[in-house]
């Protein structure tokens, strides 16, 4: 709990400090679906995910912020871990964006994501993106989402909308 509370105090303040320097406020709500590979593939059919947080600017084509989100992978009837694990995480990380050419960027996310089953711990995660400014309100992304999981890494390739406020 001491770690939930002090990564939301880090977001607050980064939120605090950027939206003072910028009129947008550069608050980002991201929704995705993906398709489990490797050790995920076995066990799992499908990856959703929703996230709020922030991207302020720190020059013209860097942006930096954080973000707090759920990520849910169904886990078969048919796996071996049924009833025993879940592959659903409460997510907090840093965010990044670098604006490469025209409306086309890369970003990546990195944190710690919370088990939320009673056999699944909380491990660190990594999302690389390769994404598409599509106008002022939304972009487009390709992801791939990686998560450690009992010396495994759960892992999905999967595509999502960033909603800019």
Known sequence: MKKIVICLAVVCAAI???????NKTGIRVNTYAGLPVGYASNHSDINLGISIGYLGPINDIIKVGGHIGYDYSNVRNDSRLNNKSTFNYL??????EIDVYKNLYFG??????????KKTSGTHYFTPKLGYHYNELMD???HYKGVRFNGYQVAS???GVAFKF
């Open 16 to 22: 605090k400090i950027n939206a003072q320097e910028s």
């Open 91 to 96: 997510m907090i990380g840093g965010s990044a």
């Open 108 to 117: 990546a996310d990195l944190g710690y994501a919370f088990g939320q089953g």
């Open 140 to 142: 487009f992304y390709l």
């Open 157 to 159: 390739v999967g595509a």
